[in-house]
């Protein structure tokens, strides 16, 4: 850090230097009037011959060009600055010097010269170590990054990084990495139904709440292509119809998908609650898609750690694996998955003490409230 601030130091007073050079170097002031006075006595000549007809349009266009350059010249050099009073290069000094003072102060005031550095690189080293669950969106949008480097040629982790994004209200970013991802995978209706829904929820964040437009209604077609029964799909162009006028139409494709639902399904009764709302109120309840619809923190949680569970399923001699695992599993209040990696890890590591206090630890953490 010390030699930091010796660097942006010498910096500066190059920079200075730099300036007060070109200061230095100024002309005296020449008189304006005198040097500007012969060019516009030019240009109206010019003018002149015009209106007296004794130029062609080819000649009138030409000596105008050079008439008006001749001048702009001239006026460029009676720009100068004065020698004498309390000219430009006093303020320029005053002005380099008081930036120097205010900014040597401020990190003086506010900043930590004694604490070392700390690399994005480690942090996200340090992220990528810990729990999934206790990570912010942000942080497991920067972990995804590098696993989406790491696999360019898999869709999976994009669609995570759009999650973590969407999640972080990197909206704009997460419509780029679905981009993507269903270029890797163009036969994957989920990813296009995701990046159309992350269409309607751009244009909900600009006001425009509720409408499925031009974009979503093409990502929402390419997923029906795929797949006919998406039901993502199938519930934004519903939506899409109600929102557009069509309320009957898309009350029609909403009864259909609810007919599809298993009864036990929690999608089916919010649905068929929005259908009633519409019907008694001849359009949408509200013009943001429901909550049910968008991804959620926990969905992507859960998603990364159904990733770690698969890995130990490779590589399962790893212990701090198998504590991330079942503390993962107890935050999202998944108790049977947590009782059963608690019973394979242990059964795994029973010769292991620590490891063992550890795993029960992690199963003890308690679960998050489930937002809805």
């Known amino acids: ?74 006026a460029d050099q009676t720009q100068v600055w004065e020698r004498d009073g309390v000219g430009p290069r006093k303020v320029v000094v005053v002005t380099v010097g008081a930036a120097c003072a205010a900014a040597v102060g401020l990190y003086v005031a506010i900043g930590r010269p004694e604490f070392a550095d700390q690399p994005f690189a480690k942090r996200v080293a340090a992220w990528k170590a810990a729990d999934p669950a206790a990570l912010a969106p942000e942080q497991i949008a920067a972990v995804l990054e590098g696993v989406v480097a790491e696999r360019p040629k898999d869709p999976e982790p994009l669609v995570f990084l759009a999650k973590a994004r969407a999640a972080a209200g990197d909206l704009t970013g997460a419509e780029a990495a679905l981009r993507k991802a269903v270029h890797v995978a163009p036969k994957r209706a989920d990813i296009w139904s995701l990046l159309g829904e992350t269409f309607v929820m751009e244009a909900a964040q600009r006001g425009n709440g509720g409408q499925v437009g031009a974009d979503a209604k093409l990502a929402f077609g390419e997923a029906l292509k795929v797949d006919p029964n998406d039901l993502r799909a199938r519930y934004y162009l519903g939506r899409g119809k109600i929102a557009d006028g069509d309320v009957q139409g898309g009350l029609a494709d909403w009864r259909a998908l609810v007919a599809g639902l298993p009864a036990a399904d929690p999608g089916r009764a919010a649905l068929a609650q929005e259908i009633a709302q519409v019907e008694a109120q001849g359009r949408l309840p509200s013009a943001e898609p429901a909550a049910e619809a968008n991804p959620q923190v926990r969905g992507m949680i859960a998603g990364m750690v159904e990733g770690l569970a698969a890995r130990l399923a490779q590589s399962p001699d790893d212990p701090d694996g198998w504590v991330r695992l079942v503390r993962a599993y107890a935050v999202l209040g998944e108790t049977a998955k947590r009782d059963a990696a608690l019973a394979d890890a242990s059964a795994r590591f029973k010769n292991q003490p620590k490891v063992l206090s550890a795993l029960r630890q992690a199963a003890d953490t308690p679960a998050q409230a489930k937002t809805q």
């Open 1 to 74: 850090m010390i030699a930091f601030w010796i660097a942006a130091t010498g910096l500066s007073a190059v920079t200075a230097g730099l300036v007060l050079r070109g200061a230095a170097r100024a002309r005296p002031v020449d008189d304006a009037q005198t040097r500007l006075e012969p060019h516009r006595r030019r240009l109206a000549e010019v003018e002149r011959l015009a209106m007296d007809g004794l130029l062609a349009q080819d000649e009138l266009k030409a000596a105008r060009a050079e008439a008006a350059r001749g001048l702009l010249a001239a």
